[in-house]
């Protein structure tokens, strides 16, 4: 039973750093893939980054490329997004959310192939 369970949001102004946690409870999420995924009003659900936590193996969106850090930190089990030179556009509800490497690889990251989902946290980009 796995659970997650997103923090770190809030109101930043663009340019300014944040880091986002997702602390997941249940088992080890060793040798998985984690997943940020975010989603604007009135847009689709759009990944953000993932990490293939076996292996370290990384992937960012282009549109968060260069200015994202995804990391997994095994002894607290919890996935953290930093994003660094914030931007509006980075402004949505941010997911965390859990796949496995069989089923979970393809990319772009596609929101179905993901079966657990924390409850997000608002980031909302703004002057």
């Known amino acids: 039973q796995l659970h997650l369970v997103e923090s770190g949001g809030g109101l930043v102004q663009p340019g300014k750093s944040l880091t986002l946690s997702c602390v997941a409870s249940g088992f080890p999420l060793t040798n998985y893939v984690i997943a940020w995924f975010r989603q604007a009003p009135g847009k689709d659900r759009e990944g953000v980054s993932r990490?293939?936590?076996?292996?370290?193996?990384?992937y960012y969106a282009d549109s968060v490329k260069g200015r994202a850090t995804i990391s997994y930190d095994a002894a607290e089990n919890t996935i953290y997004l930093q994003m660094n030179n914030l931007k509006p556009e980075d402004t949505g509800m941010y997911y965390c959310?859990?796949?496995?490497?069989?089923?979970?690889?393809?990319?772009?990251?596609?929101?179905?192939?993901?079966?657990?989902w924390g409850q997000g946290t608002q980031v909302t980009v703004s002057s």
């Open positions: 990490i293939i936590t076996g292996d370290g193996l990384t």
């Open positions: 959310t859990v796949g496995s490497i069989r089923t979970s690889m393809t990319l772009p990251l596609i929101p179905w192939e993901f079966g657990f």
